[in-house]
């Protein structure tokens, strides 16, 4: 493989170091060159390094373009990677006589590279923010770069994300603590405590809040000094500044650190004080050498920093926050040394130079696999993609696990399949999926999508029906006649059918389905009689289980953890309720409070509430609790569905009026009680063979009390429920077998 980097040269800091020890790496396993469009310290350092350089020294784009086409000649380019504004113009420039694809690494929010520089903003600021919408994929520096890329409308399913890595496997030469602050002529007596940042100083980096910080700090622990290495166009202003303030004999602005090593194993607290970040090297530098970090909750900060455990994090911006730290940390030599051995642990497992060389090469592999497909399905002019299409972001946890469990199947047929979701919230779905999203009534953008996709998914729960809404039933029907009249092959996923009340809408249910749908999959025997009753015949109809099944629960360690948090332990006994408002929820909310009450008198078993759509269900929650004598506990914080299924492995039964809550825990074969406001409830347990349910309309506190006790008596049968439960998630195979045999139908554009 042969990979071609281009950068503008005048690059420092975190880009640089990302940049030349990725290269140097990256050759020992492909042909990786750099061209870089000035002589100067980075150039020099690569050459020093032993990275294949050429250097084109032409502030002419025009020029530039001219000698990067002699340069590369009739060599065979596989990609072409950018990093910086001129490199992603020169990218754009060459991609078409090259004919690669071109990538490019996001090193920083690029709205803020030229903060406090007016004309630099204007003039390289919009001509990389242009480049950028050209390139054909691109590399967050950290998840939270990620988001801000989709944030910004740029294609999420096109970006990767990966983490700066350094080695930790070298030995490191640094001088002692006591030759380099005598290097930088700083007195430091025993018993000091030494707070470094390496930054630039720029407004980005922040330097005033640390100062205003060290202030507060020192007056409650005079032993803290401070060292600032960097430099930039704010240094006067922050000697101004640390004058004002009564701490320049305790804050030493050392400059440009050429020995960043020496720089970290002589301080003894590494700050970073930034308002954005991606995932700067300051974090793992500063690990290497074990040393303590306090940090502002910037960028992929929190991705290392473990808030309390190895380090600290504070809010950017919050001086007060930060000097508490200051303090904590400078009171404590042992916490020091203890959340330092925490930090480089961490850090040496998961960012290492290594780890970040094989992510980037895996990166390759894929732009290359999935640059070849689309031009294979262009040239054969073959439609490609799938539109899923169901009640996604409206905060619902069983719809999540829903839409998950269907992006996880089509990927597992097509690990490169074009994805896009229709939904409520695009840009939630963008960043939790990596998936394109359209607006669930975006008409247009609808009907674009669907003229070049192969598959619609109407994917997973109770669409077709109209208990709910009228329109809801109008619009699911819609969507299915419009995808085949565009010339998809249309799949319903994993669904239930009904209740649809009125002739008309049924006589419409079957004339949409019968034209419009080539295949049904059904979660459970009720959906099938109701489909029978529609008469319903021309679509191939399979009877299989929900998706949701198959999602495969987190480790028990995070729920431990999650239930902790919360200040629950893992090994105690609970009733779990799911709870939803409802037509005549609020006149039964004292029966549920009973049954609770009853659960923890008799039983032992402390009320959890568990919120699956924190819009409906912490309401009739909170509404329960508040006929209740005992306390509860409320769990409402946006759970991952697999991490929900790991929580509910750890209650002794559970009471539920939300399928998916029932669904989750049947997993671990948890005894249930279903109270239903939907037959898909009662179909579900019937399809399962246990548990007990209500109707909520005959809801009592007796029924309640009686069912409880029933599921308490089929706690020492966990293991049997469990397989109950396995039988159905091997009937969901079904779903995924036709999905499978619809897109190996290949159709034309």
Not at 372 to 383: D, F, P, T, Y
Not at 414 to 441: C, G, H, W
Not at 537 to 566: G, V
Request: charged share 25%; glycine share 8%.
């Amino acid at each position: 493989m042969r990979v071609i980097h281009l950068i503008g040269g005048g690059d420092t800091g975190g880009a640089k170091t990302h940049v030349l020890n990725l290269l140097k790496e990256l050759n020992r396993y492909i042909d990786a060159r750099l061209v870089c469009f000035r002589k100067g310290e980075f150039s020099e350092d690569a050459e020093n390094m032993g990275i294949p350089i050429d250097v084109i020294e032409s502030g002419n784009p025009i020029v530039g373009l001219r000698e990067l086409k002699k340069l590369i000649g009739n060599q065979k380019i596989d990609i072409i990677h950018c990093h910086g504004a001129r490199g992603n113009l020169m990218g754009n420039l060459i991609k078409k006589y090259v004919h690669a694809p071109v990538v490019t690494t996001v090193h920083s929010d690029y709205r803020l590279d030229y903060l406090g520089r007016p004309v630099a903003r204007l003039s390289y600021g919009t001509t990389n923010m242009l480049a950028l919408r050209r390139v054909n994929y691109y590399i967050g520096v950290s998840d939270p770069m990620t988001d801000i890329l989709i944030e910004r409308d740029f294609p999420a399913d096109r970006i990767y994300t990966i983490y700066n890595g350094i080695d930790f496997k070298t030995p490191i030469r640094t001088m002692s603590r006591e030759e380099y602050f005598q290097s930088l002529q700083f007195p430091v007596e025993d018993g000091d405590v030494v707070a470094g940042i390496a930054a630039r100083l720029s407004p980005v980096k922040d330097i005033p809040t640390l100062l205003r910080a060290m202030k507060l700090a020192a007056e409650q622990n005079p032993h803290l000094k401070l060292v600032v290495a960097g430099d930039g166009e704010d240094r006067q202003k922050l000697l101004d500044m640390a004058q004002d303030l009564g701490i320049s004999q305790r804050v030493c602005f050392a400059g440009w650190v050429s020995d960043i090593n020496s720089f970290y194993h002589a301080i003894d607290i590494n700050l970073l004080t930034s308002i954005s970040e991606t995932f700067p090297y300051a974090l793992t530098e500063g690990a290497r050498m074990k040393r303590p970090t306090i940090a502002s909750r910037v960028g992929g900060v929190p991705v290392l920093i473990d808030d309390g455990k190895n380090g600290f994090i504070f809010e950017p911006g919050n001086e007060a926050e930060l000097a508490k730290h200051l303090v904590t940390l400078g009171s404590s030599q042992e916490l020091r040394r203890k959340m330092g051995e925490l930090l480089y642990e961490k850090a040496s497992r998961d960012f290492s130079i290594d780890r970040m060389v094989e992510h980037q090469l895996e990166i390759y592999e894929s732009i290359l696999k999935r640059s070849a497909r689309r031009e294979e399905k262009k040239q054969a002019g073959l439609r490609d993609g799938t539109i899923v299409c169901g009640a996604y972001g409206h905060g619902n946890a069983g719809d999540d696990a829903i839409l998950k469990s269907i992006i996880q199947s089509v990927k597992q047929i097509d690990e490169y399949m074009p994805i896009t979701v229709l939904a409520k919230n695009t840009q939630s779905i963008k960043k939790r999926y990596r998936v394109n999203s359209v607006y669930t009534f975006n008409l247009f953008g609808m009907i674009r999508a669907m003229r070049h996709s192969h598959l619609y998914i109407n994917g997973g729960g109770t669409l077709i029906q109209n208990a709910t809404s009228y329109r809801s039933l109008w619009y699911y029907l819609f969507t299915l006649r419009m995808a085949k009249f565009l010339g998809n092959k249309v799949d319903m996923y994993g669904c239930g059918i009904g209740p649809v009340s009125g002739e008309r809408n049924i006589r419409l249910v079957k004339r949409v389905l019968d034209r419009s749908v080539d295949t049904i999959t059904l979660r459970e025997k009720d959906s099938v009689q109701e489909l029978k009753s529609f008469g319903v015949q021309k679509p191939d109809i399979i009877l299989s289980s929900d998706p949701a099944l198959i999602l495969a629960p987190a480790p028990d360690e995070d729920a431990r953890l999650y239930l902790e948090r919360h200040g629950l332990s893992p090994d105690g006994k609970y009733l779990c309720f799911m709870l939803r408002t409802w037509y005549g929820f609020s006149e039964r909310a004292q029966a549920f409070a009973a049954c609770a009450d009853y659960a923890f008198e008799v039983y032992g078993l402390k009320p959890v509430f568990l919120s699956l759509n924190i819009f409906h269900d912490t309401e009739a929650a909170k509404q329960v609790c508040g006929h209740m004598r005992n306390p509860a506990v409320i769990l409402d914080d946006r759970a991952e569905p697999e991490l929900l299924i790991s929580v509910l492995a750890h209650m002794s039964a559970v009471i539920s009026m939300r399928l998916h809550g029932l669904i989750f825990s049947s997993v671990s074969g948890v005894p249930l009680v279903g109270v239903s406001y939907d037959p898909k409830i009662g179909s579900f347990l019937d399809y399962l063979h246990c548990g007990t349910c209500l109707d909520l309309e005959d809801v009592t506190a007796e029924k309640l009390m009686q069912a409880t006790d029933s599921a308490v008596s089929l706690i020492p049968e966990r293991e049997q429920l469990k397989a109950n439960a396995n039988r159905l998630k091997s009937m969901e195979r079904k779903n995924i077998e036709a999905v499978e045999r619809l897109l190996r139908s290949e159709t034309k554009q």
